[in-house]
């Protein structure tokens, strides 16, 4: 059965069927082949329940927040007060290209989002400034995926959902390895700039008069994220009425701003509703295929292949998270997750390991999955915002990242701590 | 081909363009049940802090995201929305990208008429047992419950709509036409 599911997943995915699709369809084929009783007369009420989801309804409006929060304008600003505060680091802008990701990151739940506002802003600046192209865009790429990490992410909830997790917890649990990554990607340009100076531009430094004045642009983003993550954190409201007042708060900042309008806001409800029903339908294709698995008896199959392959807790990690970095070259983000999270989360849990704590690591490896070719929509999204130069320069800056990606999952497994710590308070 | 061939091709680009008009409309239709759903889990925050309570919003927008879902699907079909792997498609010619296409809309379209021939047993057990739901609301499940169908009998409608046109347009050597009912979309 799980070789069923292995061959069947990748063969219907390169016939390039709608991944939602593919899991459906693969949930139609164990019906048909593995499961003594027919489950799909089961169908209609599986996926009511499954989009029937006061949990979910998260998602929809952490996209509609991101969405109003882009078109309203507030990127520039962010961009313009940051740079005051950190270019005069080596590397100079590329510090404020990271920090706006992050700060980004912090608002709206999705990576690629995240990218393209960071890239539409950034970009004209690298050409006018002399930076070289390289570094400049892998730093956009690779900031842009923090969007998933740092809370609140759509891809956690959409875990936690599968997994039966607690969402808050995964929120904290990704908050100090989201910001620590910020910080290690800040730390390797600095360092590749120290070395090679003619990696990035000029630095420049401001005045504390002019940051302090820049500072009133930050303010906004920093209380909804404040808003967002506090209220689920003192636990005053669950992630969806968080999201729900971040909504509110993001309309706020746009009318503040004068970037509201009828014509933005249809803008805003279209992407929203366009983004959900793409996220849905791979969701309620995982949540179908992880009732016929389990219908199915997927739990015995994966303890006989288990014990059968004989390996180590440890090394059997090492397989799980060298198949993530492989898949991911070719795969994307949410598809990636949820194609394999009723297959791997139950290996792991089975192995003793926690799941929130694997939800963080398993975010990592899908962020590197973001900015590794021939498929990685970051690279794809930034090179579309650069007006000139090949996809090989975005490719190639965005390699100190990935390797920096690749060193907090070490972290991770050496001190599991950096993920658990925050939510155990909870 | 037969002389009423290109009638043939007015029509299937008039029923590809007018499904684009009506989806166009639902998504903000579905966008604005979002957007009241938030104000109104806002008041209900709100309403918390003076002991005061609608009650029941968790269930509510359980049953707004049901719908909202349901319904976007068929959208994000005509926006080319759900997502892909191309990654053989694009190594192919055109022919065999069409080829390609026509399997996974008609994939698609099957699945989702499989969904709605399979949801309407909830529905329908609903309304002849006149279920409520097991809350203070009591809410009469058949009406969220006939949103949620009818957004998925939608979705496999137009689905099959483009799967037919897809075929029609792959058929006839319309290469453009056929692109833009059943391709690739960029992504976001």
Not at chain 1, 184 to 195: D, G, P, S, W
Not at chain 1, 415 to 421: D, G, R, V
Not at chain 2, 133 to 155: D, H, K, V
Request: proline share 5%; hydrophobic share 55%.
């Amino acid at each position: 059965m799980i070789v069923y599911i292995a061959l069947g997943l990748l063969g219907l995915l390169a016939a390039s069927i709608p991944v939602g699709i593919v899991l459906f369809v693969l949930a139609f084929g164990i019906d048909a082949f593995f499961s003594p009783f027919p489950l799909m007369r089961g169908l209609g009420q599986v996926v009511w329940s499954s989009s029937n989801s006061a949990t979910l309804i998260a998602i929809p409006f952490f996209v509609l927040l991101g969405e109003i929060l882009v078109r309203s304008g507030v990127a520039e600003r962010t961009y313009t007060a940051l740079d005051r505060w950190v270019s005069w680091l080596p590397g100079g802008l590329i510090h404020a290209n990271i920090g706006t990701a992050t700060l980004f990151s912090a608002t709206s739940g999705s990576s690629v989002a995240t990218a393209a506002t960071v890239a539409t802003v950034a970009m004209p600046q690298a050409e006018a400034l002399n930076y070289n192209p390289r570094l400049f865009s892998g730093a956009i790429a690779a900031g842009g995926t923090l969007g998933i990490m740092i809370p609140p992410s759509i891809n956690l909830i959409v875990y936690g959902f599968l997994t039966e997790s607690s969402i808050p917890q995964l929120f904290l649990a990704g908050l100090l390895p989201g910001l620590l990554l910020a910080l290690m990607f800040m730390a390797i340009t600095a360092i590749l700039c120290i070395i090679k100076p003619s990696l990035g531009g000029p630095s420049r430094s401001s005045s504390w008069g002019e940051r302090f004045a820049g500072l009133s642009d930050l303010l906004p983003i920093l209380f909804l994220f404040g808003a967002i993550v506090g209220s689920i954190y003192t636990g005053w409201a669950t992630p969806t009425e968080a999201a729900a007042i971040g909504v509110a708060i993001a309309l706020l900042i746009a009318a503040v701003n004068k970037g509201l309008s009828v014509r933005m806001l249809v803008d805003s409800l279209r992407g929203a509703v366009r983004i959900t029903a793409m996220i849905m339908l791979v969701v309620i294709g995982a949540y179908v295929l992880n009732f016929a698995l389990s219908s199915a008896g997927l739990g015995r199959a994966l303890q006989d292949l288990m014990a059968n392959l004989g390996l180590t807790p440890l090394m059997t990690l090492f397989v799980i998270i060298l198949m993530y970095i492989i898949l991911g070259f070719f795969i994307e983000t949410l598809s990636l997750m949820v194609a394999t999270i009723p297959i791997i989360v139950p290996i792991v849990v089975g192995l003793g390991y926690d799941k929130i704590w694997f939800g963080i690591l398993m975010i990592i490896l899908v962020e590197m999955a973001l900015i590794t070719p021939p498929v990685g929509l970051n690279l794809f999204v930034v090179q579309g915002a650069r007006r000139s130069g090949s996809f090989t320069d975005v490719m190639i800056g965005a390699i100190p990242y990935a390797l920096v990606m690749l060193l907090m999952v070490g972290l991770l497994i050496l001190f599991p701590q950096i993920a658990l710590f925050l939510p155990s308070g909870l | 081909m037969t002389a009423e061939s290109p009638l043939m091709d007015h029509l299937i680009d008039r029923a590809v363009l007018s499904l684009r008009r009506i989806n166009d409309k639902l998504a903000v239709v579905a966008g604005l049940a979002l957007l009241l759903t938030a104000g109104y889990i806002l008041a209900d925050i709100i309403l918390r802090r003076f002991d005061a309570s609608f009650g029941g919003t968790d269930e509510i927008s359980g049953y707004v995201m049901a719908g909202v879902t349901s319904w976007a699907m068929a959208y994000a079909l005509t926006k080319l929305a759900h997502v892909r792997i191309d990654l053989v498609r694009v190594k192919l010619r055109p022919l065999g990208r069409a080829l390609m296409d026509c399997l996974a809309l008609w994939t698609l379209a099957a699945t989702a008429l499989y969904v709605a021939y399979q949801g309407w047993p909830v529905l329908a057990r609903s309304i002849r047992l006149g279920s409520t739901a097991n809350t203070p609301l009591e809410t009469p499940l058949w009406i969220p419950q006939a949103i949620w169908w009818s957004g998925w009998a939608w979705f496999a409608f137009s689905a099959s709509v483009l799967a037919l046109a897809l075929l029609w347009n792959t058929s006839r050597g319309r290469v453009k036409e056929a692109e833009a009912a059943g391709g690739v979309g960029a992504e976001l």
